[in-house]
């Protein structure tokens, strides 16, 4: 791939834009325009959005192959720019997953101090041994899993949102954007700003579907707008530097499982001084733990996917 070469910035963010905006709508065309009925239930109805988000992300990707403009045209070399690729897999799931959970040090703490007091009600209660109470956490896990692995919402939260947003999102834009002649912190702020507005489509939903005020669909959507722009930056850095699309779809998955990280808990100050140490301890690993070459072998003078470094 050659940066600035035969794409211009105009069109890579058309393109972009029109990316973002056939994610979105695709998920309404179904009822909006082929007129089918509504699904009766929310599994048929979640199994068509996720049809018709795999539908959009082939037609991203589809797009952006044929306005890249590629050196080769091997379908190998494009799963390379699209960040799909097997070498140096292991770094790109364990090391971005690490430095992630360091946000959640604090909910790490929460739910390690909830655990203490759970333990201690069972100990008062004489209903066993620590083996027994250990026991009775793994059954619960199991049997949470086991739920997990047939909950249609699960599947939308851990596997099709985190796959078809970050190929479309990343994996799709973020090549198209360095191609344009975008630098690289402009690209990591207009990624995230079209990851964002594809999800005012939530706004429409929770203040029909939910009956709440206009206030207050604004401010729940506001808040999750302001989420996804922050996470979207660092999703868009993740895959940058290490060239990896695993990379941010292991960290999109953490952060849906976990939620918003756990900044103060009533009581106790232990929470919000382990979020501080966690968050300090991610800003200073941040760029040690993504350096270019721990994902890649390094061609042509260039330790990095794409050539930036050079």
């Not at 041994?129 to 026991?135: N, Q, W, Y």
């Not at 099709?160 to 702020?189: K, N, Q, S």
């Not at 941010?248 to 849906?256: E, K, L, Q, S």
């Amino acid at each position: 791939m050659e940066p600035e070469t035969g794409l211009s910035k105009p069109v890579a963010v058309v393109a972009c834009a029109t990316m973002a905006f056939l994610y979105v709508a695709i998920l309404y065309a179904p009822t909006l325009i082929l007129r089918l009925p509504a699904p009766s239930t929310i599994k048929e109805f979640m199994i068509r959005r996720f049809i018709c988000a795999a539908i959009s992300s082939f037609i991203s990707l589809v797009l952006c192959a044929f306005l890249l403009p590629l050196r080769k045209r091997e379908a190998t070399y494009l799963l390379g720019v699209y960040g799909i690729r097997l070498d140096h897999f292991w770094q790109a799931v364990v090391f971005p997953l690490s430095l992630t959970s360091l946000m959640y040090a604090g909910s790490f703490v929460f739910k390690s101090l909830l655990l203490v007091d759970s333990w201690k009600e069972h100990m008062h209660q004489g209903e066993g041994f620590f083996f027994d109470f250990v026991k009775a956490i793994l059954q619960n896990f199991l049997a949470g899993l086991s739920s997990t692995a047939s909950n249609v919402l699960a599947w939308r939260n851990y596997v099709v949102a985190p796959l078809t947003e970050e190929l479309v999102f990343r994996a799709c834009m973020i090549p198209l954007l360095l191609c344009g002649g975008f630098e690289i912190y402009v690209v990591i702020l207009l990624c995230p700003i079209l990851f964002s507005l594809a999800h005012l489509n939530h706004w429409m939903e929770i203040y029909g579907r939910q009956n709440y005020s206009l206030l207050k669909a604004f401010m729940v959507v506001g808040l999750q707008l302001g989420y996804t722009v922050i996470f979207g930056s660092y999703a868009s850095f993740l895959f940058i530097r290490t060239g990896h699309l695993v990379a941010p779809i292991v960290a999109h998955i953490f952060c849906n499982f976990m939620g918003l990280p756990m900044l103060f808990v009533r009581r106790t100050g232990m929470v919000s001084l382990a979020f501080i140490a966690g968050a300090v301890a991610f800003i200073c690993l941040l760029c040690p733990i993504t350096q270019p070459h721990l994902y890649n072998d390094g061609t042509d003078d260039c330790e990095c996917w794409h050539g930036y470094c050079s």
